[in-house]
C-alpha cells in the first residue's frame, strides 16, 4: 500500500539546521507532487513547500523562503527538506504527502495532497 514515512526531526536550538527525510514505499515518488507540511498546536496545517515530478517546480511559502529548500532523490524514493536557521515558531509537526504533478501550484491548500505520512517532530529551543 502507498506509504510515506518521515524522519529526521528532533530538538535544535534557534539557528540550527536539521534535514527531514521523506520515504516512500508502494510507489513511485516519479508521479507525483510531494509536499511538506507542519502543524504547531492550536494551528492549522501550513505547506511549506512543494516540488512535482512533471516539471520540477517548486514552490515555497514566504515564510521559509531562503531558509529551507526541497529536493528529491528518485533512485532512493525519497523526498527532503534542508531546514537551516531555524527560529522557534518553527516548532511543529511536519509531515509530507503527495499529489497530482499539477498540484504544486495548490501546496499552501494541504486537502489537495493525501497519504500523509505520521509526521516528525522538530523542536526549536535553546
Known amino acids: 500500500q502507498l506509504q510515506l514515512v518521515e524522519s529526521g526531526g528532533g530538538l535544535v536550538q534557534p539557528g540550527g539546521s536539521l534535514r527531514l527525510s521523506c520515504a516512500a514505499s508502494?510507489?513511485?515518488?516519479?508521479?507525483?507532487?510531494i509536499g511538506w507540511f507542519r502543524q504547531a498546536p492550536g494551528k492549522e496545517r501550513e505547506g511549506l513547500s512543494c516540488?512535482?515530478?512533471?516539471?520540477?517546480?517548486?514552490y515555497y511559502t514566504d515564510s521559509v523562503k531562503g531558509r529551507f529548500t526541497i529536493s528529491r532523490d528518485n533512485a532512493k524514493n525519497t523526498v527532503y527538506l534542508q531546514m537551516n536557521s531555524l527560529k522557534p515558531e518553527d516548532t511543529a509537526v511536519y509531515y509530507c504527502?503527495?499529489?497530482?504533478?499539477?498540484?504544486?501550484?495548490?501546496?499552501?491548500?494541504?486537502?489537495?495532497?493525501?497519504?500523509w505520512g505520521q509526521g516528525t517532530q522538530v523542536t526549536v529551543s535553546s
Open positions: 504527502a503527495v499529489s497530482d504533478p499539477r498540484n504544486v501550484v495548490y501546496c499552501s491548500n494541504y486537502v489537495r495532497f493525501g497519504s
Open positions: 508502494g510507489f513511485t515518488l516519479d508521479y507525483y507532487a
Open positions: 516540488i512535482s515530478s512533471r516539471d520540477n517546480s517548486i
